[in-house]
């Protein structure tokens, strides 16, 4: 059967039976936040709304400080097992809602769960690229991102109206279920899903910090990776606007209802989808930088005019502005696919994990000041924060697209070497040293991307990782 291009990656069927594993965790996760925000209203009426952001905040710490944690171990562990275990916890936890009586439980329960979703979210990330061929891994990226958009949109719709029919302390039983089917389908993969690695990095296993270091290196390292990771914190600036001050310009400003503010949210989710959609379809003639930078353009602008346009053109503005960020979030995905190597993918999956959520920790306190101090203009003025920032980010670390690059791979290999005042390091003595007196040993050069003008006259320096 001939598939539509954007639903080839599911000719897989690793990368199928991953993929509505994702689908039916995403559903859980609509059912969790759509129960937690009304057991809050049951729990403490008055304070409801304190509560979900307290729940938000803690969401974003866990996202900070543990992902780089989750990619490092991701890389040295069976990934399935990983996927398998959050969510069987996360199948627990979500059940122990159901008897939360006190606030504090409440926090508790939902600072474990989001930590156990930042340790799946790497993880499954990273997956992606080791089981699906190269060429397909831009399609499966798109998929799975157009899919977390559209439950983004209609997962909390669907929860709500099985919450209404279950009832709010049942919604968690049933979100259990959901994690359960997701476990089972992961489980069933066969074999494990570990990456390979050298000698000298399988010996230096417990070294989980040096990992958690070398994924931030990596991501701020490489040119393309951190002009993607600068423009994710434009981005994030845009997304906090518009998911902190939306409500209050349709309700305040326009004099609009509840519905009104379901659609204008709604195309924001559908332009997300109908830009990841595109991008796991169409086949740009762009380079993955240059889609974010178009997708920045894109998203900052449509914000411009968001106060001076009526319920319709906030429907356009926002759906214009769901497809920019599509077209930022999905080509980086995929522009650490194919510029690290698949056995530190997931330290560096879990640092950008991290740090995309770090630019939206500061981005949420600026769209609420200007929310409380600019209502009128709320978007407008930040908008043009945004667009000053990409300006400055796009004069200042823009990859430089008349260079050539090319990628040599990653190899293994036996060299001799001398000490001398420039090559010092210390020798295991358990280690496999084939010739102590010639002193060669085990060596591993890392993928790498080396970028030069386009002249027969460029110099080529080399980046290595070695141990013995």
């Known amino acids: 059967m001939k598939l539509p291009s954007l639903f080839r990656s599911l000719r897989n069927p690793l990368f199928a039976r991953l993929y509505f594993a994702q689908t039916v965790s995403l559903l859980g996760d609509a059912l969790t936040w759509v129960g937690l925000a ?19 905040t803690l969401r974003i710490v866990a996202f900070v400080f543990l992902s780089p944690w989750a990619g490092a171990i991701a890389d040295r562990s069976d990934r399935k097992q990983i996927m398998v275990v959050t969510h069987l916890v996360r199948l627990i936890l979500v059940c122990l809602l159901t008897f939360v009586t006190q606030v504090w439980q409440i926090y508790l329960l939902t600072l474990g769960l989001n930590s156990l979703y930042a340790f799946f979210t790497p993880t499954y990330k990273a997956t992606i690229p080791l089981i699906v061929e190269e060429e397909d891994c831009p399609r499966a990226i798109a998929l799975s991102g157009a899919t977390y958009q559209l439950l983004g949109v209609f ?32 489980f ?12 000298e990095e399988a010996r230096s296993a417990g070294r989980v910090w040096q990992n958690v270091k070398e994924g931030t290196t990596r991501l701020f390292a490489d040119p393309p990776l951190r002009y993607a990771l600068a423009i994710q914190l434009v981005a994030s600036i845009a997304g906090a606007l518009i998911l902190v001050n939306t409500v209050g310009y349709v309700k305040n400003i326009l004099l609009l209802g509840d519905a009104e503010y379901g659609w204008v949210m709604a195309a924001f989710g559908l332009g997300a989808t109908s830009g990841a959609v595109a991008l796991g379809t169409l086949d740009l003639p762009y380079k993955h930088s240059q889609i974010v930078f178009i997708g920045a353009i894109a998203l900052t602008v449509a914000l411009l005019g968001g106060n001076a346009v009526g319920l319709p053109g906030l429907l356009v503005l926002w759906a214009i502005a769901g497809a920019g960020q599509s077209c930022i979030n999905l080509p980086t995905q995929t522009l650490i696919a194919e510029r690290v190597p698949k056995e530190s993918q997931g330290r560096v999956y879990g640092a950008h994990f991290a740090w995309s ?8 306190p600026l769209a609420g000041w200007l929310g409380t101090y600019q209502t009128e203009n709320v978007f407008f003025y930040g908008s043009c924060i945004g667009i000053a920032l990409l300006v400055v980010v796009q004069l200042t670390i823009s990859p430089q697209g008349h260079q050539h690059e090319h990628r040599h791979q990653a190899l293994y290999h036996y060299h001799e070497h001398i000490h001398d005042e420039h090559h010092q390091h210390q020798h295991d003595r358990g280690g496999d040293l084939l010739d102590e007196a010639a002193h060669a040993h085990y060596h591993y050069h890392t993928a790498m991307f080396h970028s030069h003008p386009h002249s027969h006259a460029y110099s080529h320096n080399t980046h290595h990782l070695h141990g013995h």
Not at 38 to 55: F, K
Not at 155 to 182: K, N, S
Not at 188 to 197: A, E, F, I, K, N
């Open 38 to 56: 009304l057991l809050a209203v049951e729990v403490a009426p008055a304070n409801s709304a304190i509560i979900l952001a307290t729940a938000l």
């Open 357 to 364: 959520h770090l630019w939206w920790g500061l981005s949420y």
């Open 155 to 186: 997962g909390p719709g669907m929860a709500g109206g099985i919450a209404a029919w279950v009832g709010v302390r049942q919604v968690f039983f049933l979100d259990g279920v959901t994690f359960a089917i997701a476990a089972v389908l992961i």
């Open 188 to 199: 069933s993969l066969p074999g494990s899903l570990r990456v390979r690695h050298s000698q």
